[in-house]
């Protein structure tokens, strides 16, 4: 696993990716946050992201928080897997095992008729007591039976809440070292500050994924590259201290 964290920043307009390209940003992450903590962004979007990044940095997309499988994620994992994205983010909001492994295998089966490579990352939620869905040591597992390649802890419900409000600290640390047993890598993110990032980087997180810390104003606002600088310096101070 890494032993300096990637920052993930996440994107949602076109006036947003020379910026993230321009940053210290190691993975730019496209999603719609007007329409959920993963929301799916239009297509054209992730194209232009794409075609513009020309893979000067990964990119990973999200797809949604996804309650229930329909033929429509194949769909869109395969045309994410022809776009030759780095990462595809699915946020497992069902209240069932078996039913979000039968949504992730016929994923992976649908993968399979690509010949492109792309890492699917499983996220599950902090709150997931108040969404109902599955707890994050069940998406480890989850990812570990289904042979993925990363699990990503975020909020469902963006209140303002972060992932430390919603959940302890022993809780996080055994995510992540049965993550890494599994040799799956482990990604944080929901509500993130950079006052957090030493925390993440303690924990051993392998990805810290931000969006309202990387902005000018709230998680609607528009990214900084300014304020993305202050959060690699945070991380690479973090490392500095974790290795002294």
Not at 40 to 49: C, R, S
Not at 120 to 130: E, K, N, T
Not at 163 to 189: G, M, P, R, T
Request: net charge neutral.
């Amino acid at each position: 696993m890494n032993t300096k964290p990637k920052l993930l920043v996440s994107i949602w307009t076109v006036d947003e990716i020379l910026e993230a390209l321009s940053s210290d940003a190691d993975i730019i992450d496209v999603k719609d946050p007007s329409t959920g903590s993963l929301g799916l962004a239009k297509l054209d979007m992730v194209y232009n992201t794409l075609n513009i990044v020309k893979g000067l940095k990964e990119v990973s997309v999200a797809i949604g928080d996804v309650k229930e499988y329909s033929n429509a994620l194949d769909y869109i994992v395969y045309t994410l897997c022809l776009f030759k994205v780095n990462y595809i983010k699915i946020g497992i909001e069902m209240d069932s095992y078996d039913k979000a492994f039968s949504a992730i295998s016929s994923i992976i089966k649908t993968i399979k008729l690509c010949s492109n490579r792309v890492n699917i990352v499983l996220v599950g939620y902090a709150d997931w007591r108040d969404v109902n869905s599955l707890e994050p040591l069940k998406i480890v597992e989850l990812a570990k039976a289904t042979n993925v390649h990363g699990v990503m802890i975020d909020t469902r419900i963006k209140s303002g809440k972060t992932v430390f409000d919603n959940i302890q600290l022993n809780y996080l640390k055994e995510f992540v070292s049965i993550a890494h047993k599994n040799s799956l890598f482990a990604a944080i993110a929901g509500g993130l500050r950079i006052e957090h990032i030493p925390t993440c980087v303690k924990l051993g997180f392998d990805v810290i994924g931000v969006r309202t810390a990387a902005c000018n104003g709230n998680r609607l606002g528009k990214i900084s590259k300014d304020a993305i600088r202050l959060l690699k310096t945070e991380i690479e101070n973090a490392i500095k201290l974790e290795n002294a």
